[in-house]
Nanobody, 123 residues
């Protein structure tokens, strides 16, 4: 069992930056971020692999978001730049140790999920 705790959500204006963090209770092979906007399905945002620090991004955030991980402290960060109103969502951290060593966009591949942190982008 891996426990995940997200932090860093909040209310920001369009064009602003925000950093989310996810603290894991144990080492994990792949960490990902997903988000779910009101009335929409949960969608993939970004993922990073422990083995080689390879990363993967959704097209909608590529070039504006950056995922990184602190392997010493089992923590993952999602730096979000130039936020847009459509970035308003609950952001979830998720991890997997059973989908291999490479990143994956499929939510079903992730075994453990955090409770989520709300990000609201509004003027």
């Amino acid at each position: 069992q891996v426990k995940l705790v997200e932090s860093g959500g909040g209310l920001v204006q369009p064009g602003s930056s925000l950093t989310l963090s996810c603290q894991a209770s144990a080492r994990t092979y792949v960490q990902g971020w997903f988000r779910q906007a009101p009335g929409k399905e949960r969608e993939f945002v970004a993922a990073i692999a422990w083995f080689d620090n390879s990363v993967e991004y959704a097209d909608s955030v590529k070039g504006r978001f950056r995922i990184s991980r602190d392997n010493v402290n089992d923590r993952t960060h999602l730096q979000m730049y130039r936020l847009k109103p459509d970035g308003t969502a609950v952001y979830f951290c998720a991890v997997t140790n059973s989908a291999g060593y490479t990143t994956t966009r499929a939510s079903g591949d992730y075994e453990y999920w955090g409770q989520g942190t709300q990000v609201t982008v509004s003027s």
